[in-house]
């Protein structure tokens, strides 16, 4: 590069060229290319054009002055190049021929390169390289000087032929341009309206680009931003680049879009930057992930047209500097489980379905028999805009019921719409466009991490796409996200969370059954959430729980597909090492029906015969609980007691602690050895140092208490279990601890200490939805509805327990069930068989939050 150039303020004075005619500067090295200077000036001069020739002596000024002086003054540059890169003075840093190019920026240029030229300079090849290379410039090879003047003069009468038919700038106040009319209306994107308007208004933003996976809207969206920019500017100009794949056919592309044609074998872009010269120009370029080789084209015109802004949509960033980035995601779906017509058709996908929806059926509309349907089916598009389009297309043939069903093959949902681009035809069409323009390491990721339903952190991405290929999975990783076919999040803690589209992981799929690797695939899955799981039940029990509970749900689906995966193969040790560091997890979540299947076919494996002592001892563990969960305590005796003997000839605390714990469940109530046996349980798990299990242990400690007539004990052990949970940092715990505690308070006959427990235990119930605990609180409630003289209420309730309890397969803990029963039948005392079962039934169809809301409306509500 050249040393610095005059500040406006430096120029040098005026140095007139010996005539007004229109001037063609020749540059070139003095000596060498003597023969050929002097048959350009002949060229030149025949065509009654004056030629501008640096000469050594010429007149009394400095020869740099006197160069950038004659060709400020010229309106055309001719290069001339050979073997010589020219002498470099001492004040510059390159040649003075190649300051005549950069300063020759702006005007018309004819560039010349000799062909033979065994001696090249090593500097001058470089210079032809970059001329060659930026903004499209082309270079005419020549043999001898008789070529060159005939070359010369023909590239001339071109140039100025076609030169002076460029159209003059409009008028101002007079826009120019073309802006295709869209045949839908835009739904929603009011806030990325107004972030583009808000960039594109500000003069200093000169590069925006939407960004997006395919089918988002992106093209639409630009489009409403321009047609609200028109107004406030000379030109606005639509470049749709889809039918290119060439990077170096988007010069064509752009000249002919703004009525430019060639000049010669000038660049066309040095065309287009005339064009746009003085103008307030706004070039919206569509669809430009498949060019993003000419990104440094638009960077050189940028540079040279400084009131032009481009608006670009891409499922990739040009990576150009000074470009503003603004992702377009999909339209918000209404909440799972919403079916009220009103709510659901708020939702911008929902409004989006429907106006597609009446093209095919003028008379459809959500209604309360559709609302729900219609909610799904967004939902599992992702409330991607195309996707609900092709749905929303066929209602006239399938109801939203019928739709929902048929989901499964959404990748081949086909639009009606013969005037839509091919590659819009089908979602399948939308996803391969983007996955044709992937690298082999990016495909062979994409279709790996498709194993993650749930998306996945940065290390599971590592263990799940690092193959013997030596793929880089950060780099890899980093150019999905730029492709839009992966989308990075912040989850609690800061760390990243890497997702697909629902239907962007179901194409890569596919890929990956293609390439033949599936089952390698979840194996090293399901080994890396093994380790997850183990450090997860590590920190469950410490102060960091939080951020990994968050983790935890994050990655449930692929944790419950990945234990599938491993009993499904005969993977019994994979299998235990996935579940059992959760298991207060999984009960948390409950899952423990699914846990206790599990479990048991855990045990039937193959495999499962030769698994070391503690694995088989959890396996024990969880088949024995579960069962007991389930009401099935006869089955689970057998297995406790081997557990127990087991864990005492190994000296295992935590395991004889869990397996008397399981054991004294199995025993009738009032049992002698009941109480003994829990209080076994509860030392030994002190002994474990595991402050969670004992905190378990002690709610049946404390129920058994209860259960002996002997409240304030209960409350005793009760209290230091909660304050073990919240020391914890566990709300499942405490919420279940808590209703306990207003267990204790309402047989002690304090009914208002009773509803203070079952109002903080309320409120952990609904942040964790945890149906079993809420179940347990609405018998208390009932209890306590009973007490206060509404009968009626309490068989709500307690219909409400039950059926939540049925819902979920499991049954009340066997320490509590006398006192179960004791309330049902005071309160069919109280209302009468029949009524009783009338209130029971509708407390069940109510539903069990619904009906805590009844009992406890949440606060604020």
Known sequence: MAGPRPAPDDVPPLIATPDQRLRVFVSSTLEELAAERRAVRAAISR???????????????????????????????????????????????????????????????????????????????????RIQAEGGASTTPFDDPEQLADLVADDLAVLLTERFAVPAAPPPGLSVGWLPTPSTPLVDRAAERSLLAGLLDDQGV?????????????????????????????????????PLRDPREVPVTVAAALGVTAEGRRPLLDAVADRLAGLRALLVVDNAEQVLGAAPAAAALLARCPGTQLLVTSRSVLGLRGEYDVPLGPLAVPRPGEDRPDRVSAAPAVELFVARARRADPSFAVTGATAAAVGEVVRRLDGLPLAVELAAARVRTLPPAVLLRR????????????????????????????????????????????????????????????????????????????????????????????????????????????????????????????????????????PDSRPWLARLEAEAADLEAALRWAVEHDRAELAVRLAAPLARWWWARGLLAAMAELAERTADLPSASSLPPDLAGQLL????????????????????????????????????????????????????????????????????????????????????????????????????????????????????????????????????????????????????????????????????????????????????????RAELGVVIWPPLRPLARQLCDAIAGALGPDEDRRQRAAGAAMGPWAALDEALPPPGG
């Open 621 to 804: 563990w969880a088949r024995g609980a579960t069962r007991v969960a389930l009401g099935r305590t006869d089955e689970a005796e057998p297995l406790l007691r081997q557990l127990v003997a087991d864990a005492q000839s190994r000296d295992d605390p935590w395991l004889l602690g869990h397996g008397l714990n399981g054991l004294a469940m199995t025993l009738p109530p009032g049992d002698d050895q009941l109480a003994p046996t829990l209080d076994a349980a509860v030392a030994a798990l002190r002994r474990s140092g595991d402050t969670w299990s004992v905190a378990f242990a002690q709610l049946f400690r404390g129920a058994v208490a209860v259960l002996a007539g002997r409240p304030e004990e209960a409350t005793t052990i009760h209290g230091e279990a909660l304050e073990l949970a919240r020391a914890l940092g566990d709300d499942h715990l405490a919420a279940t601890v808590s209703d306990q505690l207003g267990l204790d308070a309402l047989l002690s006959g304090d009914p208002a200490a009773a509803r203070v427990h079952y109002a903080e235990a309320a409120v952990l119930h609904r942040q964790g939805r945890d149906l079993e605990g809420l179940a347990y609180c609405l018998d208390g409630l009932a209890g306590l509805a009973l007490a206060e003289g509404d009968a009626a209420r309490a068989a709500r309730l307690s219909g409400a327990a039950s059926a939540a």
């Open 407 to 542: 989901l499964g093959r959404a990748l081949d949902l086909r639009g009606a719409d013969v005037d839509a681009p091919d590659r819009q035809r089908t979602l399948r069409d939308t996803i391969a466009w983007s996955h044709e323009l992937l690298g082999e390491s990016e495909r062979a990721l994409l279709a790996r991490l498709s194993v993650c339903a749930g998306g996945c952190t940065l290390d599971t991405a590592e263990a799940v796409g690092a193959d013997d290929d030596d793929l880089d999975v950060l780099e890899t990783l980093s150019a999905l996200v730029g492709h839009s076919l992966v989308t990075s999040s912040d989850a609690e803690g800061g760390e990243p969370r890497f997702r697909m589209l629902e239907l962007v992981r179901a194409f890569a799929a596919e890929r990956l059954r293609e390439r033949g690797e599936e089952e390698a695939t979840r194996e090293r899955l399901a080994e890396h959430l093994s380790a997850v799981a183990r450090e997860a039940g590590a920190a469950l029990s410490g």
């Open 206 to 242: 000169r590069l925006v680009t939407v960004t997006g996976p395919g089918g988002t809207g992106k093209t639409r969206l630009a489009l409403a931003v321009a047609e609200q920019l028109v107004a406030a500017r000379d030109a606005v100009w639509w470049i749709d680049l889809a």
């Open 47 to 129: 065509m009654r054009l004056t030629p501008v020739l640096f000469e050594l002596g010429a007149r009394p000024h400095p020869p740099r002055d006197l160069y950038r002086a004659y060709l400020a003054q010229s309106d055309v540059f001719v290069g001339i190049y050979g073997d010589r890169y020219g002498w470099v003075a001492p004040e510059m840093s390159i040649s003075g021929l190649e300051d005549e190019f950069e300063l020759s920026a702006g005007k018309p240029r004819l560039l010349y390169v000799r062909r033979s030229a065994p001696d090249r300079d090593p500097r001058l090849t470089d210079l032809i390289t």
